[in-house]
């Protein structure tokens, strides 16, 4: 009798472990099975937000072809696409969505030169560069003298130029970038982005701050034309960089431009705020009244999922228009 209750003792045991066993399997193969299907769930509403944000971009490339069919010489503040930024309430979610002038702020592009530096000459500045020294002069920003001015645009330059040597006392190449503590390479390529000020010699996280508003990058191009259309009119110390003139004249100027803004460049030039400054015909190259650049900022939201993309579109002809760049995050 003993032994049969040993037996069955054993036996129930072994039983009550297998049903113990049995439901930790089941709670785990339950747990992973939510997690699949939570994450199955999160790709999905992942994927829709990104085609509300792509949609957002359709959107965008038909309000700027209908602004260019009206207006196809000018482009203003006026027009439909710079309404600023606006939401639209859609399935589950909304898309917030703003086009911006990428032509209203300094190409830091344009600093690059194609030449080599003994060809360039090193006491010649180009209009972008000069503009650009200006620019941080006239921001009047902190311990930043024209001393540092110089060394940041000399800086700037070698980063962009596509050779190896050191365009002026400021500049860094191969070997500065290569010996720091985490060593690493110059571009010698058109600048990607802002962010890349960050890893440039003699930039700091404080100046870039304060002049992100005032410049921009057009992806591959030095192209050098700022629309005094759609020059922000809080922007003086860019227009003051880019004329070289007093800041009284260039907050003149800003208050004297119509909401329309100007239907020629010579109209712009024969205000009489300008009339009486000495400026060269070079810097008058510096405008124009119309746009290839623009730049939509999107945020789209789907369930609890969030999508940012920000898409550099240009525009050929007022008829075309092509996304040359895309970058998915916030700014």
């Keep these: 009798m003993r032994k049969l209750s040993t037996v069955r003792g054993v036996a129930l045991i072994s039983v009550m472990l297998i049903v113990a066993l049995s439901s930790i399997l089941a709670t785990q193969m339950t747990a992973r099975l939510l997690l699949q299907m939570q994450r199955a769930d999160n790709i999905s509403s992942n994927q829709q937000a990104y085609w509300y944000a792509m949609s957002a971009e359709a959107f965008a490339k038909r309000v700027l072809l209908t602004s260019f069919e009206k207006e196809a010489k000018v482009t203003n503040l006026e ?15 909304e898309i917030t969505g703003e086009i911006t002038d990428l032509q209203a702020c300094l190409n830091l592009n344009a600093l690059r030169i194609e ?4 060809e360039q000459g090193s006491s010649e500045k180009t209009l972008a560069r000069t503009a650009f020294e200006e620019l941080l002069m006239a ?18 330059t ?28 110059p571009a010698n390529h058109y600048l990607a982005s802002l962010k890349e000020l960050r890893i440039i010699e003699h930039f700091s996280i404080k100046i870039i701050n304060v002049i992100k508003d005032y ?4 992806p591959n191009t030095n192209l050098h034309k700022i629309n005094i259309n759609t020059l922000n009119i809080d922007h003086v110390e860019l227009l003051m960089a880019l004329l070289s003139i007093p800041r009284d004249v260039a907050e003149q100027v800003m208050s004297a431009r119509k909401s329309e803004g100007f239907d ?21 190259e510096q405008f124009v009244v119309d746009s290839e650049y623009f730049k939509l900022k999107t945020t789209a939201s789907f369930n609890n999922s969030y999508f940012s993309l920000n898409s550099i579109l240009k525009v050929t002809g007022n008829k075309n228009i092509n996304v040359i760049s895309r970058t998915i995050g916030r700014d």
Excluded: H, R
């Design 215 to 218: 410049v921009c990058i057009l």
């Design 264 to 284: 020629t460049i010579d109209d712009f030039f024969k205000l009489p705020e300008l009339s009486k400054q000495k400026i060269t015909d070079q810097q008058k």
């Design 79 to 93: 027009q439909v696409w710079a309404q600023g930024e606006s939401t639209y309430p859609v399935d589950f979610g």
């Design 139 to 156: 921001l009047n920003l902190e311990d930043v003298s024209q001393f540092e001015v110089e060394y940041m645009a000399d800086a700037l």
């Design 115 to 118: 030449k080599n530096p003994q």
């Design 158 to 185: 070698d980063w962009l130029d596509e050779n190896s040597a050191i365009v002026s006392a400021g500049g860094a190449e191969d070997n500065d970038y290569a010996a720091k503590q985490f060593a690493y390479l």
